[in-house]
């Protein structure tokens, strides 16, 4: 590859990076950019349930248990969000590598 191939492929990948913040930053609630970032803190240093998960966010937060539950569920339908289900419980809650670059990002907003 020579150097002014590598200098597109970057250019056009730091072009895709900040489209996807800015997408998400428009796209998403309020509510579940508090939810992803506080998750973001926790899951840094607790292996957690998503249900544990819920129940520490809503009391680091003033977002209600049950509204963070729900918020929890659509960043698990967004992909940013693995864990446990109904047929899978006790399993870690776990971001995915974009859903981290996306808490860091909206932190540092």
């Not at 508090?34 to 926790?42: A, G, Q």
């Not at 339908?77 to 864990?83: A, I, K, P, R």
């Not at 859903?99 to 932190?107: G, H, P, S």
């Amino acid at each position: 590859m020579f150097s002014s191939d590598r200098k597109v492929f970057t250019t056009c990948f730091n072009s895709l990076v900040a489209s996807f913040f800015q997408l998400a930053d428009a796209r998403m609630s309020d509510t579940q950019k508090t939810v992803l970032k506080l998750s973001h803190r926790l899951l840094k240093f607790n292996d957690l349930t998503v249900t544990a998960l819920a129940d520490l966010v809503s009391r680091k937060s003033n977002v209600p248990y049950s509204t963070v539950k729900w918020n929890l569920r659509s960043l698990k339908e967004m992909g940013l969000l693995t864990g446990g289900d109904l047929n899978c419980k006790g399993e870690h809650a776990s971001l995915t590598c974009e859903a981290q670059m996306l808490a860091v990002y909206f932190d540092k907003k």
